[in-house]
């Protein structure tokens, strides 16, 4: 049958350019009648214009029907839910037939029906005449209706399958959601022009395929015939400066219109370049999502996305695994991104059975395949922010990349082509990776990676410029090493940059969980929530590693000297005369002085005006803002930060005076009351609740192996004199290691001073979670304000994107709201904090800083949690006053914390102090 046939398609036309014409044209979106069945053998009688479909169910297209209540959803990131069995597929086949009645108006002759995109298999009649089938889920198919339309009412019926043989083309890491989810049209329209425009010497050659005459009228060009060349005075487009020229093609029955970018993409000694210069890709890979429509992604969430990529200063989207809708490579166009334009090809789940049967290499495929890269170029060919064709992802090596590669230069030789899959790159122009480690990274940037064994192909990849096609895996807490990363990408003109995996969680919207994941529908198969890991939350709200991206990503630096700053360029394509430039001095983070800089448009060295004296903690911040509106944002966005502090401030001794009211347990020597407060005293703190970079790198498994989640404490002794001091042993049962403790208290100054001594006991060869104390204190100290890095969490690799300043903030609010929880919230590098109650609070000083987390449950009642609701407050609030944390890294895809953030028991002293709110501090 034809859903187990290699074969494409049938009775589809030719695929050609997404174009706005003139031609009249039907929405056919909207109500259509559904019925789902289990199985795919079933009679098409409802295909007769007469069948009576009154008792189906209504379903609105586009959309997916498991989320209107249809089935149930299903992710797997690599495995095939079905039996590795190609070209076949199980009998439990879902099958939805659709129909939709439309009145033709009058007059109305020929046309065709289009469908964006449909999955995975799509049988469609008119009229109760069989047009053909089409597979290629996320790519476009047309059929001719005219023979079949009739004057009035119209039936159009579609039966999509969701397994075919085309499923084994489309294991693409995401939910698994048949249907009609992208639009559906009667068009008149049957143009298809390819325009060229390229960019060199400050000039644009123009020229077009196809039949009609080209116009531009801003240009000047009048009536331009195909195949004509021009070179005309025509601004470039880039990323930075999306510069458009509508062009007006005149055809006999229609007119279209393109929009025009002057640019060229080449390559030259190993380096990508735009226009002529090199070009770095600071990108994020994009799989088209919503929490509630899933792949039906309204035009509204797609700007959305795209303004949310600018203001983070994101260039350039890999379009992962698949083609997107054509609606947001035109706002791409439009708003200035770099696109690397992926064919709807993925066949990971071959990986499980050694790559036997893989559809790559085998030629029954071949069309197949080179069908799929056909639709994605004939469709896309005409815009501008695609600067290369992917031809796809994770589908390993074989023959039919030739065949996709080969048509495919033919076709469109102006665009390098990708594939990450084959590190040979025998098909491709550029050298691509997944999650390769900061080291190799570097070799590869100084072209002394690892050899080829085959020399001829050796030298060709060592001449191609090198891109991360993802990185950076933005799961949970994290990524951590983006600054590392960019590094090297900005240090070596071979590296072309990257994109990180992910932009956005795909948490589907649930009455229960809040957002599920895999596994949260039964599915007897799944990952899992491995597909919670972006950059933004599913109601797109930017993650703590989103507004970090934002600064490692930033068009301009700047360092300070006596006096001086100076400001760097980095956009790659225009100055900085678009911004302004402002200075504020602050004082224990209040503000004590604001004025502009002067900043040349090239940048450069600016100087200070004097600065304002002050006795306490002084920080310079220069912000780069937006001088004027621009198309993604408004005026005064901030685009660029830099810090420096001006000075220390005193740092007051340990003073004598009234005692403080505190009491502490004589059998354990832990404080029970602090300034009349009810408190739960600090104690060595080991263990966090893992992120999934420490639970999918295994290091979390090796934490639990060694017992650092079930830490007993034993106290040796409690010495009273001059304070109080407690001597104990920390350790987890059933191993030999432990740490010796000594906290030492010392009431001064109406306060209470605790410094912590900690000696490591046996050879601990596993890194540490964290080190440092925790205590409780009752529910009613819900507030928090602190000194230091802020707003957001920082941890040893993160938290580019915290500035040093006076902060304030609900216990709710320090959490981070991750989907799957995990620890999170950690503010670093905190002079002091104050929680506080509505009556009372505390102040916590440290020397010289601390890290603060503050919860309202416990790091097991975190750590046992599955979902946020799941999180349920308690009558404490519980603080973590750390002085260290193990990295983040990335390891739950790609590498570890880098051996600098690695935290490693050792001797250590920490030393903390508290005093009611009001008094003074260290």
Known sequence: MDLENFAPGSGHLEPRAALRSDAPSLDLNGDWRFRLSPGANLPDDFADPGYDDSGWDSLPVPSHWQLHGHGSPAYTNVLYPFPVDPPHVPNENPTGDHRRAFDLPEGWTGGRLRFEGVESFARVWLNGHELGFSTGSR??????????LVPGRNVLAVRVHQWSAASYLEDQDMWWLPGIFRDVSLTRSAADVFVHASYADGRGTLSFDGPGRLAIAELGIADLAPGTEITVDAEPWTA?????????VTLPGETVRVRVGFRTISIEDGVLLANGRPLLLKGVNRHEFHPEHGRAVPYETMRADILLMKRHNVNAVRTSHYPPHPDFL???DELGLWVIDECDLETHGFGQVGWRANPTDDPRWAEAL??????????????PSIIMWSLGNEAGVGRNLAVMADWTRQRDPSRPIHYEGDWSCANTDVYSRMYASHAEVEAIGQGVEQPLPDPELDARRRAMPFLQCEYAHAMGNGPGGLADYQELFERYPRLAGGFIWEWIDHGLTHPTFEYAYGGDYGEPVHDGN??????????RTPSPGLLDLKKVFEPVRFEFADQVVRVANH?????????????VVEEEGVPVAEFPLEVPAAGGEVKLPDLPAGDGERWLTVRAVLATDQPWADAGHEVAWGQTRLSSGAVDGLTSGAAADFDFDPGTGRLTRLFGIEVEGPQLELWRAPIDNDTYGGLAGRWRDLGLHRLT???????????????????????????????????????????????????????????????????????????????????PDTGMAARVGRWSATVEELQTPYVYPQENGHRADVRWAELTSPSEGIRVTGAPVFGLTARRWTTAELEAARHRPD???????????DLAQHGVGTAACGPAALPQYELHAGPATFRLRFDPTGSSSV
């Open 330 to 332: 035109d706002l791409c």
């Open 713 to 795: 404490h034993r106290v040796d002794a409690i010495e009273t004199g001059d304070g109080l001091t407690v001597r104990a042993r920390v350790a987890p049962a059933a191993t030999d290691l432990g740490l010796h403790v000594v906290y030492r208290w010392v009431a001064t100054g109406g306060g209470l001073e605790l410094t912590v001594d900690v000696e490591p006991d046996g050879d601990w060869t596993v890194p540490l979670p964290r080190l440092g104390v925790v205590m409780a204190l009752p529910a009613a100290f819900g507030d928090v304000t602190w000194f230091g890095r802020g707003p957001g969490e920082a941890y």
């Open 370 to 383: 080179l069908d799929r890269m056909r639709r994605m170029v004939e469709r896309d060919k005409n815009h």
């Open 871 to 881: 999180l349920k407050p308690g009558d404490r609030v519980h603080v973590n006053l």
């Open 571 to 583: 956009h790659g394509y225009r100055d900085l005369s678009h911004l302004g430039f402002v200075a």
């Open 240 to 248: 930075e400066t999306p510069r458009l020229y509508e062009a007006v």
């Open 139 to 148: 790519l476009p198919v047309e059929f001719d209706a005219g023979p079949w």
């Open 530 to 539: 491995f597909v919670i890991d972006g950059l933004v939350f599913p109601d």
